[in-house]
């Protein structure tokens, strides 16, 4: 079990990416958060296996159809053992 923090910049507010994000973690059994931040970017933390969480990035390099994605930073987050779910904050 891993976890990871993701920074998504692009045009990524008002396009449902949130939504899309927290659809596709759920489809893959990861657990975490997404939230937009002031700046215009999301950020987020998901949590599960390293070969679905390198599914879950590959997702949001991509995004959902009307977002823009033009860069997207992870780095590795301490696990979390209680935390279930995927939710928006």
Do not use: C
Request: charged share 25%.
């Amino acid at each position: 079990m891993d976890r990871l923090y993701a920074r998504v910049e692009g045009r990524v507010q008002g396009v449902g990416f949130r939504y899309h994000a927290m659809t596709q973690a759920l489809a893959l059994g990861l657990s975490g958060w997404v939230t937009n931040l002031p700046d215009g970017s999301v950020e987020l933390e998901a949590q599960g296996s390293p070969r679905v969480l390198r599914q879950f990035v590959a997702f949001l390099e991509r995004g959902p159809g009307a977002s823009r994605v033009l860069r997207v930073e992870t780095s590795p987050r301490p696990t979390d053992p209680g935390e279930k779910g995927f939710h928006i904050r």
